[in-house]
């Protein structure tokens, strides 16, 4: 099955920094990328995602890249501010599954 | 919020016992997904339902069990319960069989005494 590997498992930045989360997935045919933050004793919650027709998407201060090539993926924060202090999972899919396969998180905390 | 309902919030029980999790999808979503997240774990898919049928199993013992109702909730049987299974169990729904745009409820916090 598909094997999802995340790094760091933790980082610090500074506010106004920009945090960069990477993420390895195995398998050729996944084709789906979400990415969630989930703040602590609360849900994940979906904040940005990208299917493998399209390199980059950005939403505001969020952006994910996505290199098929290498099978990697990446989760890009600007302008971090103390709120997006969380732990933040990577999670793939592979077309036609039925499940997701998530990373082990990164927690981010975010020094004012 | 998701619009995903979970039900109860909180449970504490004792070992050996058996406990049922409730969950209530997105208006609109057929595919109800359970996940279960222990302590400074990351998330295991345990079980899929789409439309009332089962579609997928990840790590789910046998001791749980699963399913969808014809008005879509569902719910989650944990049985002969171990301190093991303390944990975070959480549902998420999508409109689809396939795992696209996936909503996650509160979840419910299971502790097993």
């Known amino acids: 099955g598909e094997n999802v590997e995340q790094h760091p498992s933790t980082l610090s930045v500074q506010e106004g920094d920009s945090a960069v989360i990477k993420c390895t997935y195995s398998?050729?045919?996944?084709?789906?990328f979400p990415w969630y933050k989930q703040e602590l004793g609360k849900r994940p919650q979906l904040i940005i995602d990208?299917?493998?027709?399209?390199g980059e998407k950005k939403d505001q201060r969020i952006a994910v890249t996505l290199n098929k090539t290498a099978k990697h993926f990446s989760l890009h924060i600007t302008e971090t501010q103390p709120e997006d202090s969380a732990v933040y999972f990577c999670?793939?899919?592979?077309?036609?599954?039925?499940?997701?396969?998530f990373g082990t998180g990164t927690r981010l905390t975010v020094i004012p | 919020d998701s619009g995903v309902t979970q039900t109860p919030k909180h449970l504490i029980t004792a070992t050996g016992q058996r406990v049922t999790l409730r969950c209530s999808p997105r208006?609109?979503?057929?595919?109800v997904y359970w996940y279960q997240q222990s302590l400074d774990q990351g998330l295991q898919f345990l079980i899929q339902?789409?439309?009332?049928?089962?579609?997928a199993k990840g790590n789910i013992l046998e001791r749980f069990s699963a399913q969808q109702f014809p008005d879509l909730h569902s719910e989650l049987n944990l049985s002969s319960l171990e301190l093991g299974d303390s944990a975070l169990y959480f549902c998420?729904?999508?409109?689809?069989?396939?795992?696209?745009?996936?909503?996650f409820g509160p979840g419910t916090r299971l502790t097993v005494t």
């Open positions: 998420a729904s999508s409109q689809r069989a396939a795992a696209y745009e996936q909503y």
């Open positions: 398998d050729s045919a996944s084709n789906y």
């Open positions: 990208i299917r493998s027709n399209v």
């Open positions: 999670a793939a899919s592979t077309a036609g599954a039925n499940n997701l396969f």
């Open positions: 208006s609109g979503d057929l595919s």
């Open positions: 339902y789409y439309n009332g049928e089962e579609r």
